[in-house]
Each structure stands twice: as structure tokens, then as C-alpha cells.
């Protein structure tokens, strides 16, 4: 019964790292990272047009003068087997 969760939680995390999307804090964390170095503003998941949020100001000022000095990127696995590659085999 967990085996087709197991198979769609590969697929999810395969999918994450494939376009560097990171998930919670242990991927990016929380008063040491801003959005644009996970490349949020790519999914539309920042408005420089609009909002009050904390942090805004630095990460306007780092989108408007392009100084994002490290990124999350995807990865691309060259295993033959990609359903091993985030879950090995026991």
C-alpha cells in the first residue's frame, strides 16, 4: 500500500532537483537565504511590484542590481536508472 506513495514521492523530489527547487528549511534556510537564490522569481513566486514582506527591500535591491552571488540550480543524474538515483535499492 506505501509503495505508490514511495514511487510518487520519487517522482516529486526526482522533479525538485531536476529544476533546483528546494523544500523547507534544511534546503534553505530561514535567516541565511534570500528567494532569489533558490531562482523563485523564475515560478512567479515574487512580486517586485507589489507586497510588504519582510525582507523585501534586500531582495529588490539584489533582484534590480543582479548581484545574486549563489544560486540553488537543478541537477541532471547521468545514471541509465533514475529510480535509483535519489533512493537506492536496499
Known sequence: CDEPIKQLDNIY???R???GIPEGNPEMQRNKAIPLEASLQYFNAINF???CYVGQELVTRVHF???V???????????DKVTDW???AN
Open 49 to 51: 511590484r507589489k507586497g
Open 13 to 15: 523530489n526526482q522533479n
Open 69 to 79: 552571488r549563489k544560486y540553488i540550480v537543478g541537477v541532471y543524474p547521468t545514471k
Open 86 to 88: 535519489i533512493h537506492p
Open 17 to 19: 532537483y531536476l529544476w
Open 65 to 67: 542590481r543582479g548581484e
